[in-house]
DNA sequence: TAGATTGTTAATCGATTAACAATC
DNA sequence: TAGATTGTTAATCGATTAACAATC
């Protein structure tokens, strides 16, 4: 897929924001843009876009630019949009509950095959199309689905101890929104972490120093 | 408080990380730390630590290393911790509720002062210690209480609006959960966005290519 | 063909790391 | 004092921007 070996994170996060911005512009049947157009869009460099984009091939032409759909279709593929990883959701809390029902796994490459929870008197209620299931079954849920990826929703408390249990069941992926530095205990783990106390102190810092500190 | 003009934001963000980092060393009782011991529970360097703290002043001691406690404060300080800027949410589906409850605005330099919906069926409801109050009501809101901060749980399609509204308002700080862009549309604006759809993806990406994407 | 715009190499800029003198 | 560790300068590394030849 990708040219070179190694692809610098910064790249790599700037991907989504491509992918969104080629979305909006298919909606505005828009079917070709140049990188000078999409820099400006985007409010970044047009050498930075062709740059991003020539770590994965040539997906332009010359004296005409990018096709949208195709660039949009390329680099879905790149972010693996068309595959269907199984993945669980720990804690049935507001957070939990409100990622089950607001994030679209199926359109990230990822597909919601379980809930889990502790609450006693949560378990068994439906949560979408799910129904909360005990976290005392873990292990038997796993060992028959195999999930690879795990949403991590849980008190930083609790995180250690569901991280641990994870990994041996075999799942190395995790989106994690509890306070708990995965990265800093585990290794040969893809994780991605949404901190969101440390969001809200960074847009604290920006108020307080009034500097349009923007996160692209 | 910071010694030159012009922090970075690689600095900046790391911020909140060290803080958090501090408050777990300072709940277990440690009063002393080097920045050796530090980079290697928070997986970075020493160098980068005394870097970053040196943007804001000489917290340390030489031979003996940093005060935990005095430095979590000192930290805390520079994000803005102590301050009670007043802050409104807008949108009470499933995310915004999710964060009225779990965020701790407070420990942020946040006060949340209003929650506000247009879904006629929820506005009046109580939520946290709120009363879900009706969008319509945002200028005559915001015109008595100047809310410096607001928190955008909206559907992207009503964004755009919303901030035109808002910005006329005299809001100018954004902490931004819609897929909408402010800062390619606004300047002289403060937004940190929390993209979930890009975040899931940046995931996808990671698992497909497995090589320990991680975010710090 | 002429004009436009890419893909790619080279130059610049900024961030991280290393080194070490200052000093507690 | 000797040992430890900071604060800070210098060296390295990587990411961004600029430039331009290739080519549609």
Redesign the pocket.
């Known amino acids: 897929m990708s040219?070179g070996i190694n692809i610098?994170?910064?790249?790599i996060r700037?991907l989504p924001r491509y992918y969104r911005f080629l979305g909006e512009l298919e909606k505005q049947n828009i079917s070709k843009?140049?990188?000078?157009?999409?820099s400006e869009r985007m409010r970044?460099?047009?050498?930075?876009i062709?740059?991003?984009?020539?770590c994965f091939?040539?997906?332009?032409?010359?004296?005409?630019?990018?096709n949208v759909s195709e660039l949009r279709t390329a680099i879905g593929h790149i972010l693996g949009v068309d595959k269907h990883r199984k993945t669980i959701l720990i804690g049935a809390g507001n957070l939990g509950t409100a990622l089950a029902v607001h994030i679209n796994f199926e359109k990230s490459g990822c597909k919601l095959i379980g809930i889990f929870d502790s609450n006693k008197s949560i378990i068994g209620s439906p949560l979408g199309e799910h129904t909360i299931l005990d976290i005392d079954n873990l292990e038997a849920f796993c060992k028959a689905e195999k999930p690879e990826i795990a949403v991590l929703c849980i008190p930083t408390s609790a995180a250690k101890a569901i991280v641990d249990r994870l990994t041996k069941l075999g799942i190395h992926s995790f989106w994690n929104f509890s306070h708990f530095d995965i990265c800093t205990e585990h290794s040969d783990i893809t994780v991605e972490n949404v901190h969101l106390g440390d969001s809200l102190l960074t847009l604290s810092y920006g108020v307080n120093n009034r500097n349009t500190s923007e996160k692209k």
């Open positions: 040219k610098s994170n910064s790249v700037r843009i140049s990188s000078r157009e999409l970044l460099t047009a050498s930075q062709r740059q991003d984009l020539n091939g040539g997906f332009g032409q010359q004296g005409y630019g990018y």
